[in-house]
């Protein structure tokens, strides 16, 4: 079974807005053995919708549309699905009892904008969204379905979550498609795949290995599709046993879970100490529910006077080597770890850009600390792109150092 | 003139990699003047590669392709567009000259899959990729352009700001579309809609309003095409007007940079102490370029003893109010303030979920605190969607606080 997801709306095509919308729904679909075959992003306008439409319905048997439902003028979405299934909007007087509650509980008055959405295609399941005013709408044709969904991100997970994946489920009980996934650090994308040509050549019909690269890490995936399923597991094991020798770590959980999960179990804390990853480090180990039982806490110490005064550095060493330096990271991840008493601490001191480059210490240059219940060590990295990237890859990587050191 | 865009990739259809890409391409097409009317995600399979590809040569004066140029198996765009455009493969000695010096600054071997990389398309342009293996390739037919670029985002990114745009500046100097921007807080969409609605309905030919939501406030474009560019301004004072009384603020940017701006002018500092937020505020503000200047650093105060401990927090206030509580993030801005000398600080503790809810405090349940020269004060939030979003909007809110405390 395939499927094509149409976002629709001008911001996307203009580039104001990314569209995580559909990841999200390409991530759920694949989970439940839908193959997504195109993602589409359309602007929203009446004949470019309209056709849209109907190559998708021609060329796959599941349509998810976003986007173009709210109550704003230049959303025409639900009026072209109504013409295209030739069918009408009428009244829906249990969907204007459901946005009544909604904006009573918001306190929130009910206008012309609102109450045009009680006014639903005549045809189509109507799916109630409890967060947001926009209902959801799953047209039939044939065997295929049309599911049009909010734009609003957390309204189309919920409506995703609570109808349309349970529903295809039940719908559909025969699909098969399955993954399995590693990563592999601090090899080069163009050097694995040399390694593993011998291995991916004698690949089964029905099995496919993507590269995926990251910062600082390639992720494996093999795919099975149909049949191949079954033989899903005894390739995944022999593509670990060529990979023996090199670092890498099973699944798709991000090294953020993947170091929770070791820290849970070791029963050990954590804290973060950062300069130039500004808070990055934390904001993806907090990303993970339940990151309170291991993360004590961090230190962005912007400022250098925040180095000295909070994590006891010593002021003497930033003006010898600056703050950039082995010396300073190795102060941070131990004054940090003293400061929060964890087990474990890491810490990180760039240059992350565009400016503040020397001949000495270009752009990209950073410093990453580890300290251990044993043992306190640094090591230098030489990234070199942009401050978004720079800021990134340096919490990638300290992210990885933990881990390898935890014993991963 | 118009664009369509093609990323090429299994992994953006299976949901595993976000693509960013399509954004950046369509923000600097935006930015000269180019429409971009499609953004197509399809998969590495070579049949699928062409019919998209000649799908959009027909349908766009301008195609950009990322994605399917690295070194591994399952890049087969080169070869695709190769036989599309009707040429052949032929050794580039220039490109193996790039390729070698590359490998040699990153102390990496040459290789079968690297070597591949410099049989280029004899009848394109090729563009030299100075951050990555794979150059870039330059179409034309007629007078429509088809660019292949590699699908590492900074790669992309780089040959894009060195190549594509300029050349398209040259190229095709009467391109014409420009818009305006301003974000509206504490307004729902709705709302803003039905006080808009007569002054929409108002504008001239050539000018649109779009609704763009975000948490916690609506960014409202005007766009001009063509010869209503002359008229822009014009609309974008009388959208002023209309909005007198409302907060909002000017311009594209994000708040972390409006506020570095207000900050920098002021000549003030800022520091921020985290709970739930977990350094995202942090990371906001860092993330902009300079920020050094105003931003002196963060206590992310995931543990209680953090809070007492580093920031001062009373224990028997965690105790008697817990820890999500105003006198709590009042204590915390108060204390992240003194600890690290600056003008203005904001805190951050609340509910994120999905556990850890009660009855009193629900998940979502956000307290902000805000301490400026003048005063400290804090306000509750309930914004109670999933652990993701309260965290983001927490932190756009947290900024926004702060912004419109300093009077912009």
């Known amino acids: ?39 589409l992003s359309i602007p929203d306008k009446g004949e470019e919708i309209y056709e849209t439409v109907d190559y998708a319905m021609q060329h796959a048997d599941l349509i998810l549309v976003t986007g173009g439902l709210g109550p704003t003028k230049d959303d025409v979405t639900k009026k072209v699905l109504t013409e295209y299934f030739g069918t009408r909007l009428v009244f829906h007087p249990q969907a204007m009892e459901w946005l009544e509650e909604l904006l009573r509980n918001r306190n929130l008055p009910m206008n012309e904008n609102n109450r045009s959405q009680a006014y639903l295609p005549e045809s189509c399941r109507i799916l109630r969204n409890f967060k947001g005013t ?8 044939g065997w295929k379905s049309l599911i049009s969904l909010p734009g609003v991100p957390f309204e189309m997970e919920h409506l995703m979550d609570t109808y ?46 993507a590269y995926l690269p990251s910062p600082g890490l390639v992720k494996l995936r093999i795919t099975a599709k149909g049949d191949a399923v079954q033989h899903l597991d005894a390739a995944y094991d022999t593509l670990k046993e060529v990979l023996s020798g090199m670092k890498y770590t099973e699944g798709e959980d991000a090294l953020e879970k993947q170091i929770g999960n070791v820290l849970r179990k070791k029963g050990a804390t954590l804290a973060t100490a950062e300069s130039c990853t500004g808070g990055e480090i934390a904001r993806l180990i907090t990303s993970v529910p339940g990151s309170s039982d291991y993360f004590k806490g961090t230190v962005v110490a912007y400022a250098n006077e925040v180095k000295i005064r909070v994590l006891g550095v010593d002021e003497k060493d930033i003006e010898r080597e600056g703050a950039v330096s082995e010396t300073v990271v190795l102060q941070m991840a131990e004054g940090v770890k003293k400061l929060m008493n964890t087990d474990y601490a890491v810490s990180t001191s760039g240059v992350a850009g565009p400016d503040g480059g020397t001949p000495e210490k270009p752009v990209g240059t950073v410093w990453i600390g580890v300290a251990t219940p044993e043992k306190t060590f640094a090591r230098k990295f030489a990234f070199s792109f942009t401050r978004e990237r720079n800021m990134a890859k340096a919490a990638a990587k300290a992210l990885e150092l933990v881990m390898l050191e935890m014993g991963v």
Chains 1, 2 share one sequence.
């Open 1 to 39: 079974m395939n499927a094509i997801i149409i976002t629709i709306g001008d911001e996307i095509l203009m580039g104001q807005i990314l569209d995580t919308n559909s990841q999200y729904m390409s991530r759920r679909l694949t989970e439940i053995g839908v193959e997504v075959v195109e993602q």
């Open 134 to 141: 926009a209902s959801g709408m799953w047209f039939e044709r």
């Open 164 to 209: 349309v994946i349970p529903d295809l489920k039940v719908k559909y009980p025969h699909l098969q498609l399955a993954y399995r996934m590693l990563k592999v650090y601090d090899v080069p994308e163009s050097a694995l795949a040399h390694h593993l040509e011998e291995w991916e050549n004698a690949l089964g019909e029905g099995l496919k290995l």
